[in-house]
């Protein structure tokens, strides 16, 4: 097989993997600003705020461990 084929099938082949794999993630269910929530002071986190969806004393508890002795 000459090197032309070769091209032509490997740029195929990169070119539907790549349509696969976006196919794949756009039907994922991750919702608009999941990554932009902030739980338990995560990646991100740290702020201040309460967080939403926790108790009160699951807060305290959760910003307490950010402060130091």
């Not at 032309?4 to 696969?20: E, R, S």
């Not at 196919?23 to 338990?40: K, L, M, N, W």
């Amino acid at each position: 097989m000459k090197s032309g084929p070769k091209i032509i099938v490997i740029v195929v082949v990169a070119l539907f993997c790549f349509y696969g794999g976006y196919t794949i993630s756009a039907r994922t269910g991750t919702e608009p600003g999941y990554f932009d929530a902030v739980e338990a002071a995560g990646y991100g986190g740290g702020g201040g705020e309460k967080i939403e969806g926790i108790s009160d004393e699951m807060n305290e508890f959760y910003q307490s461990l950010g402060e130091e002795e």
